[in-house]
C-alpha cells in the first residue's frame, strides 16, 4: 500500500479514537474541525491526491472517499450519542422528587378587625340580617341632611368631616370643598337612607364599611376606621325589640353570662336614642383604667329610626317604624384582643399582625 494509503487508514484509527474519546458535542465539534476543517488533516491528505502515482489515484480516491464518509458519519453518530446522553444527564439532575416533603408554604390571615366583622355577619345573618353596602365617598346630603342633621347643627361637629376639594381648586392654591357636597362618609348611617330607598319592608340589614374623619390620631383615634350600621324597618317594631335585639347580639358576641345596659343617647338621626353598654370586658365591672372606672364599656350607639329619616327613606311614619344601630369594630377588637393602641391596625408591623393568625 502506498504512503498515502497507510496514511489513510491512519488516520481512519484515529479518528475513531478521537470521537471515542470526545465526551462532549463540542469535542466532537473540534475533532470534526481538525479532520474536515480547511486544513483539517483528511482535507489536506485528500488535497495531496493529485499529486499520487495515476495508477495508483483512482483506488486512493476510492479509500479517500469511504475514509472521509466514514468520518462524517462516525461524527454524526457520537455527537448524537453525546446529545442523548446530555438530555438524560439534564433531565437527571432537573429530575422532581415527587416524594419530597413540601416547602411550607406562609398563607395570609384575615386583620382581627376583619375577623370580627366576619363573625358580626355571622351573628347577624343568624337574626336574618343582610349586608347592604354604601359607598364611602358620598354627598353631604346622604351623610347629613338627609340623616336630619342641618347645615348649621351642632351635631356636625361630631362628625369632622373631610371635604372632596372642588376640582380645580387646588391648582389655584385655594383649596375649598365640592360644590356638590362631595365628601368621604363619616360614618355608614347614610347607607340607612339608601337602603331605604333601595328596599321594600320589612328591612333587616346591616351595613359594614370604611368611614373617614378629620381626627388628630392618637392611641384611640383614627381618620380612618370601621363602622357597622344595622337597620330594621317594619310596621310595628318598636323600642323593646331593639332592646331584645342587642341583648341577643352582645350574648352572641361575648358569651352568654355578659352584662347589658341602656343609656339615655342623642343621636339626630333616631328618636329615641341610647348608648348600648356592656359589662368591662377587661376588670369584670369593678372598675378599671380601661373601662375608665365605670365598670362599663360603650360598644354602640342606637335608637328608633326618627321620622324625618324614615320619610326622607321612602316610608310614611305613621305606617313603618324602625330601629338603628351603629357600631364600631375597631374599637370591639380592641376590646376583644386587649389591643391599647388603634394605631397598630394600621401599622403593617408584622409582628402585630402574626399574633391573630387563628388556628395557624
Ligand atoms: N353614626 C353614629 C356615629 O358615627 C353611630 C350611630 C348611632 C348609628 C346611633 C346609628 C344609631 O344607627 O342609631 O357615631
New binding site residues.
Partial sequence: MSDLGAELEALRARADDALRAAGTTEEVEAVRHALLGRSGELTVLMRGLGQADPDARPALGRLANEIRDHVQAALSARAEELAVGDLAARLQDEAIDMSAPGRPVRIGHLHPVQTLMRDLREVFHAFGFEVFEGPEIETEAYNFELLNIPPDHPARD??DTLYVAEPGSIELGQPRPAADGTILR????PV?VRAMQALDAPIRVITPGR?FRYEAVDASHASEFF?V???VVDRDTSLADLKGMLEEIARALYGRDVRTRFRP?Y?P??EP?VAFDIGCLVCGGSGCPACKRTGWMTI????M?HPEVLRNGGFDPEEFQG?????GPDRMTMLRHGIGDIRLFFSADLRFGRQFAEGR
Fill in positions: 361630631l362628625w363619616t360614618h355608614t348611617s340607612q368611614c363602622q350600621e344595622g337597620l343617647g343621636y338621626f333616631t336614642s354602640l350607639g342606637a335608637g329610626v330601629y338603628a344601630f351603629g357600631m
